[in-house]
């Protein structure tokens, strides 16, 4: 049986190999078979980012998890989709004022995905994205808008990789 | 000999701005006019959209795996009217899909998210628009907005 992995990075790339047990470790499933894979993973997240939107530019420490869903669905005419949401349950702190953000966001995506060449077909994907979350200001200081670049890969043995592109770009909100 | 250089030149400009044109025309773009969104959010109101989405799309082969990458730029420029305050609301982003595949086409539907920025008293909420895109490896492209959501988080 081959077991799941999401790979996430961080600077460093991190394994978590997850315990699943796929009904489909090396597919989707039989084309035409509405069969699916799921899996996902809880990511803890402990960072900081920069505040441009105070003056001066603050730093905020956030914690809490990236917790991404994935979920390979074959459909009837054999085609394969991926539907992956990303989920952002996220605290934040401004290290100088105490002012307390909350980000509890996702993002969902439904990508057609590539067949890999091979009898009978395998689904592979890669795709690169932006995902955009709010950390609501639990005060009267704008609110912020992340943006993180994530280069998400699943193969032909449904292991799935998630690479970080950077940090997160911070944008002020009304 | 001078005629030379002024043909030269002449051939330098086009050739440059051929380029210049390719890589900025909007490949396709969208009107919109008068979407009503589906607001989720308890402070903010259903709002009319209209407006443009503006599509932008690169094609490259990879030589050795014969894989196309379709990178797709989705750009908005939105006004908005309140259906329930009559304010007027802006909203304008853009965001990048990059999508690899061994096919000659691909198909992503993706969340493309906006601030809607309230221009009185109403307050600002997040657009969570849902795209349709179909790409073929000449760079055609054909895309619909299949949903349009209001958040404003928690």
Redesign the interface.
């Given at each position: 049986m081959v077991g799941k992995k999401v790979i996430f990075g961080f600077g460093l790339i991190i394994i978590v190999a997850l315990a699943a047990a796929p009904a489909y470790p090396q597919s989707c499933g039989a084309p035409g078979s509405n069969s699916n894979v799921n899996f996902n993973l809880h990511q803890p997240i402990s960072q900081t980012v920069t505040n441009s939107c105070a003056s001066p530019a603050a730093t905020v420490t956030l914690g809490g998890e990236f917790f991404f869903e994935f979920h390979c669905e074959t459909k009837a005419n054999g085609d394969f989709h991926e539907h992956w949401t990303s989920h952002y349950n996220l605290t934040g702190v401004d290290t100088a004022t105490g002012v307390k953000y909350?980000?509890?966001?996702q993002?969902?995506?439904?990508?057609?995905m590539?067949?890999?060449?091979t009898f009978p077909p395998v689904p592979t994907s890669?795709?690169?994205?932006?995902d955009?979350f709010?950390l609501?200001a639990q005060g009267p200081t704008p609110?912020l808008?992340m943006t993180q670049s994530l280069h998400i890969k699943v193969d032909a043995n449904n292991i799935a990789t998630v690479q970080k592109d950077g940090n997160p770009v911070v944008k002020c909100?009304? | 000999m001078q005629g030379c250089r002024k043909i030269s030149l002449a051939i330098l400009l086009t050739v440059v701005c051929a380029g210049l044109a390719a890589a900025q025309a909007p490949a396709y773009t969208a009107t919109l006019q008068n979407q009503v969104t589906t607001n989720s959010c308890s402070a903010g109101e259903p709002v009319a959209l209209s407006g443009t989405i503006s599509y932008q799309v690169a094609v490259s082969t990879d030589p050795t795996t014969g894989a196309n990458t379709f990178t797709i730029t989705a750009s908005s420029n939105l006004n908005g009217v309140g259906q329930t305050t009559g304010g007027n609301y802006t909203a304008g982003d853009s965001s990048d899909y990059i999508v690899s595949s061994t096919q000659p086409s691909t198909e992503a539907v993706v969340e493309f998210k906006s601030d809607l920025t309230s221009q009185g008293s109403a307050p600002s909420m997040t657009l969570v628009q849902t795209l349709d895109i179909v790409v073929d490896a000449s760079g055609n492209i054909s895309a619909q907005v299949t949903g349009n959501t209001t958040q404003c988080g928690n």
């Open positions: 909350v980000g509890k966001d993002q969902n995506y439904d990508l057609k590539d067949p890999d060449g890669d795709f690169r994205t932006n955009k709010k609501i609110d808008t909100s009304k | -």
